[in-house]
């Protein structure tokens, strides 16, 4: 079936260092790839997403690009703020199966000042 | 944007206490919503697909009986955990998807999640 391996966590780093949270995934087919985030105590909102080969996900200064060669869709931000700690989920959904996502673990990013 | 509401956010209630949480998709309809369980510093666990006027389809090893789920309108989507027990205690989460303009690539849109409390 399909799964989603993310980096093991957790990432600590200083504020306007640069972030990398790798992403992997198995797949039949062309999924769509999603990064969501989750702050502390709320449900998760959407980051970014790309929805086919080379694309490339952006918002908020965070980056993503579907890398179907390397089954990747690493996240990434030149700069991070202390506002930027919370947990990050990469995840995937098929066409069928009615968008049913799957998750990656999740990793848990912490910013200092 | 698409809102995904979902009520209440925080449950305290005592064991063998039956308890419901709403989710709601505040602009859109959602033929289809989704229910989640999630443990602290875990991954979301799928527990069940809510079609609306239609059973609910529920994953391995996820008691029917003990969650049950309704999905009356396009809009409304009910878990209910029944005689609830102090291992049910979690965070749970809905998401619903907006398949305006088409399925491919659409997101699905997140509640803000309920904390239940079994005491």
């Known amino acids: 079936g399909d799964s989603v391996t993310q980096m093991e966590g957790p990432v600590t780093l200083s504020e306007e260092a640069f972030l990398t949270i790798n992403c992997t995934y198995t797949?039949?087919?062309?999924?769509?790839l999603f990064w969501y985030v989750q702050y502390p105590g709320e449900g998760l909102q959407l980051l970014l997403k790309a929805t086919k080969a080379d694309d490339k996900g952006s918002n908020k200064g965070f980056e993503a690009t579907y890398r179907k060669e390397t089954t990747s869709f690493h996240l990434e931000k030149g700069s991070v703020q202390v506002s930027d700690s919370a947990v990050y989920f990469c995840a995937l959904s098929q066409g069928t199966s009615y968008g049913k996502l799957t998750f990656g673990q999740g990793t848990i990013l912490t910013v200092h000042p | 944007g698409a809102v995904v509401s979902q009520h209440p956010s925080r449950v305290i209630c005592k064991s063998g206490t039956s308890v419901k949480i709403e989710c709601r998709s505040l602009d859109f309809q959602a033929t289809t919503m989704f229910w989640y369980r999630q443990f602290p510093k875990q991954s979301l666990m799928l527990m069940a697909t809510?079609?609306?006027?239609?059973?609910?389809?529920?994953e391995q090893g996820v008691e029917k009986d003990k969650f049950l789920i309704n999905h009356a309108s396009l809009t409304l989507s009910t878990l209910t955990v029944t005689s609830a027990h102090p291992e049910d205690s979690s965070f749970y989460i809905c998401s619903a998807r907006d398949l305006t303009g088409g399925a491919q690539g659409q997101p699905q849109h997140f509640g803000d999640g309920t904390r239940l409390s079994i005491l």
């Open positions: 809510s079609n609306e006027g239609s059973k609910a389809t529920y």
């Open positions: 797949a039949t087919g062309y999924p769509s």
